[in-house]
Every structure is written in structure tokens, then in C-alpha cells.
């Protein structure tokens, strides 16, 4: 997909900005607590609902102002003309798809892909496991239309079996609930399982560029119960005693989460930060091919403030390889980085200023 417009009214310190990026590269330089991140914050807030920095009542909203709203146009993977248009009171939202009105705020994420890159992101590796598992149902949501029927049954019989738990019923009661949780997670974990054998090769593929020196990397999949040995309608009868008592469900793809080995890491030796940093930014760079692959179109891909995050041999490479797919980029930084000439020269260059855009 192709951003071509992006009208955003305060988020954050944008009071008022109009960005027209271009394909290729787009550098927004800026100093620091200019307004850089926010402008990403507003792109990823219509490709997932939310932003990458929490929640939109936690201070997205500008200051003293009701309201946010950020309007996109954009090309498809099919060359059609689309645009969508979100704004948020912290409370409610108001989303608009193509000039009509958007059921839910799903849909306009559906149809926006985006995949971010952030300071925050070696989450990806070094955090806890919702941002994987986050990173997992993202690809599915876009690539795997049975997905969100699936995850939408799975998280109510959660809620109904949690609800129960906490009210300590009788057993028997839980048995239709059990079920309901059994079959949608027996689905939900192999559509994540074979997500993730697709992904592999591909994740083998960028950290291999970036981390040659580690060996081969792997995808390690945990479903969140013991799915070699049982199924989980048994998982769930194993954990009942244990879940009355603790009043929430212990086991189930709720809990599921993955991990990247290497071929030469011996044993459970730790990754420096570094490359930490770099196996996240691997994995997003996979995640963005693999859904070309599967959609036939990147995802729009941005990158902020990566040159802080890497040295200047790891920028050119990752800048390099994701320009060279055709991808449009948008990419932060508080100065053009140095290596950015020749092939990869920016298309088009924005500075921000105190809550202010210019370009060139
Ligand atoms: N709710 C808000 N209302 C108004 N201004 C805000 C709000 N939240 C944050 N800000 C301001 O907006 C700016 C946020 O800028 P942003 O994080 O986008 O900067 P940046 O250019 O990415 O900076 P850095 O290089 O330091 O990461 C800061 O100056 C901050 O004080």
C-alpha cells in the first residue's frame, strides 16, 4: 500500500499537520520533542486502533482539546483509491471507510496494514508475552480470514469460563464453557502454529542478514498448554481444581507465546541489547515480507528513530533490503542519517518543528 495523504488534528503536539509522503523513502527529521514519533503514533493508530505508546485516553489527545483525528488516503495493493478518517475522544471513537461509516474500528484496521518499528519495540523480544502474541494475531487478522471469527469465540468463552471461575460455581458449570474454549484454542493455536512455520524460513532469511554470526534462527512455538501431550478440553479438565482457586483460566493460547533461537547461541545464552534490537527489527522486516508475500503488497513500513537504535552497517542493510522490496518507508530521525545517499537517498524530506511540518 501507498500513504498518500495524512491530515492529522491533535494528537500530541500536531495541532494541525498535513503530510503527503511519497513512495520510497520519506525522512521526517526533527529534534527531540518535535513532534517525530507522533506523527508515526498517527499512522499506526489507524492500522491498529491504538498506539504503540498505550492507550489513546492516556495523553494522545492534545492537551485542553476534545478530540483527535487523523484522515489517511491511500493506493491498494490493486491501485484503488482509498480513505479512511478516525476520530477519538478517549472514550468514543468515530471511524469512517471510503466515505461511509465503519461498523467498528476493526474494520479500518483491516484495511490499513502497517507495521511499526519503535525504541520500544525490543519489547518484541526482551518483554512480556502479550507483545508477541500481539505480533502473531496481527499477521493472522490480515492474512488469515478465519482468524478473527475464531479469536472473537475464543476470548468470550474466556470471559464467560473467567466470570465463572470468580463466582467459584459448580463445576458442571463450566463444562459448556470448557467446550466452547476447547474448540475455538484447538483453532486458534493451529492457525498460529502454522503462521509461524511460514514465518520461519523467511525470519531465517533477515536475521540471517543482520546476525550472521549467530547461526540460523528459529521460531519456538508455546501454545500456552502442553500440546504435544494432551488436547486442550484435557488441558482445561487437568487445571479446573487449580482455576477455582485462583479464580482465572490457567492454561490455554491466552497464554501462548513464541521465542527466537539461534543455531549458534549454545544453551539459553542471553542476546546483548543490540541483538535483542536486531532480532525484533528481523522479525517486524520478516512479518512485512511474509504478509507481501501472502497479499501481494507491503505493508507500509515505519521506522522511528532507527539510527539511534543501530549502527550505521545494520541501518544500510535494513534500509537497503526493505527499500529494495519497493516498500514505502517512513523514517524518523533527529538528523539525516550520513549513510543515506545513492540507492538510498530519501524521496521526499519533512521536518518537523514544535508540532509544525515542512517538507524539504
Ligand atoms: N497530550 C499532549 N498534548 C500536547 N503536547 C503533548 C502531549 N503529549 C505529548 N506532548 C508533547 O508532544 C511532543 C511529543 O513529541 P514526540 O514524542 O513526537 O517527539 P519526537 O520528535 O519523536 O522526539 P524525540 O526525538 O525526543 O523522540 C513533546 O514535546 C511532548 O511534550
Redesign the pocket.
Known amino acids: 500500500m501507498r500513504l498518500t495523504r495524512l491530515d492529522i488534528q491533535n494528537l ?3 495541532a494541525d499537520v498535513e503530510f503527503r509522503p511519497v513512495p520510497g523513502l520519506n525522512l521526517v527529521t ?12 498517527a499512522v499506526h493508530l489507524l492500522g491498529y486502533g491504538r498506539s504503540f505508546r498505550g492507550r489513546v485516553r492516556d ?7 476534545p478530540a483527535l483525528s487523523v484522515y489517511a488516503e491511500w493506493q491498494d495493493g490493486q491501485g484503488r483509491a482509498r480513505r479512511a478518517g478516525l476520530r477519538h475522544t478517549g472514550g468514543d471513537w468515530e471511524a469512517r471507510l471510503d466515505g461511509a461509516p465503519a461498523p467498528s474500528l476493526t474494520e479500518l484496521c483491516a484495511e490499513l496494514a502497517v507495521v511499526s518499528f519503535e525504541p520500544g519495540s525490543h519489547e518484541l523480544i526482551a518483554g512480556g508475552s502479550e507483545h508477541r502474541r500481539r505480533f502473531l494475531d496481527w499477521a493472522l487478522f490480515h492474512v488469515e480470514p478465519e482468524f478473527l471469527p475464531v479469536w472473537r469465540r475464543y476470548a468470550r468463552a474466556l470471559k464467560q469460563r473467567n466470570a465463572l471461575l470468580k463466582r467459584g460455581p459448580s463445576p458442571g458449570a463450566l463444562d459448556p464453557w470448557d467446550q466452547e474454549l476447547a474448540s475455538a484454542g484447538e483453532q486458534l493455536s493451529s492457525l498460529r502454529a502454522d503462521y509461524l512455520a511460514r514465518l520461519e524460513p523467511v525470519l531465517a532469511g533477515t536475521a540471517g542478514e543482520f546476525l550472521p554470526e549467530l547461526g540460523r534462527a528459529g521460531l519456538q512455538f508455546l501454545p500456552g498448554w502442553r500440546r504435544a501431550e494432551h488436547p486442550l478440553a484435557d488441558a482445561l479438565l487437568l487445571a479446573r481444581e487449580r482455576d477455582l482457586v485462583q479464580g482465572y483460566t490457567s492454561v490455554g493460547p491466552h497464554r501462548a507465546d513464541w521465542r527466537v533461537d539461534y543455531l549458534g547461541l549454545p544453551g539459553r545464552e542471553a542476546l546483548s541489547r543490540g541483538q535483542e534490537k536486531l532480532t525484533a527489527l528481523a522479525c517486524v522486516l520478516a512479518q512485512a515480507r511474509s504478509f507481501a508475500a501472502d497479499r501481494g503488497e507491503w505493508p507500509l513500513v515505519c521506522l ?2 532507527l539510527a539511534s537504535e543501530l549502527d550505521q552497517a545494520h541501518l544500510r542493510q535494513a534500509l537497503g533490503s526493505v527499500l529494495a522490496s519497493g516498500a514505502q518507508v517512513l523514517l ?1 530521525a ?1 538528523e539525516a542519517p550520513a549513510i543515506l545517499t545513492g540507492e538510498l537517498l530519501p524521496a521526499a524530506t519533512f521536518h ?1 518543528e514544535r ?1 509544525q511540518l515542512r517538507t524539504g
Request: charged share 20%; hydrophobic share 25%.
Open positions: 500530541r503536539c500536531l526533527g529534534g527531540n520533542g518535535a513532534g517525530k514519533t507522533s506523527l508515526m503514533e495523553g494522545l489527545i492534545r492537551s485542553g482539546q522511528d528513530d524518523t533527529t518537523v508540532g
